[in-house]
């Protein structure tokens, strides 16, 4: 692949749009009004809009490394904040994905320079189920379960905002942890009930007064 090759995309990209629609450019350059916040991992495989096939405008995202939500990105609760005050989406997704390298490396005893702070939230995550994760023998089971158990407790990380905890229960918004398994293209809904997670834990992270 030449980065030329891009420009050369780009302009068939916009030559089937117009085709499809002669203004949609200018319907797209109106504003936007997504009503799901993406938060999924950087990996150049999970590629938010194409594996769920939406188009420009209906996807809020964020992505880093390992799909985390730490109190103190202010990268991560900019776009969260953003997108449940102001552009009021109805679900945030966070979506992690098998065979995560983010993940992996957090598994392992290795200094990784300046990603130890950032993957040190996933030991933690490993930390808070140490039971259950070495209760799994399989080394791959151990691992496809931390990056469930990582989407859970990032997902928790989103539920632990005020603004987050006010638009789930005063406007009915939903938090769901989903997973995508790049060896068969499966999306996956982990099923976690985030409004009975967000009960549980009010007690001690409520913040409305
Ligand atoms: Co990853």
Redo the contacts with the bound molecule.
Sequence with gaps: MELKDIFDNNKKWIATKLEENPDYFEELNKGQTPEILYIG???SR?TAEDIMGLKPGELFVHRN???IVNAIDMNAQSVINYAVSKLKVKHIIVC??Y?????KAAMVAKDLGILNPWLRNIRDVYRHYNDELNSIEDEQKRYDRLVELNVKEQAINVVKMAAVQKAMRGRGMQVHGWVFDMKNGNLIDLKIDFNAILEEIMEIYRLEE
Excluded at 99 to 103: E, P, S
């Design positions: 991992c950087s990996d999970v490394i390992a799909n992690g994905h065979a995560c390298g983010g993940v």
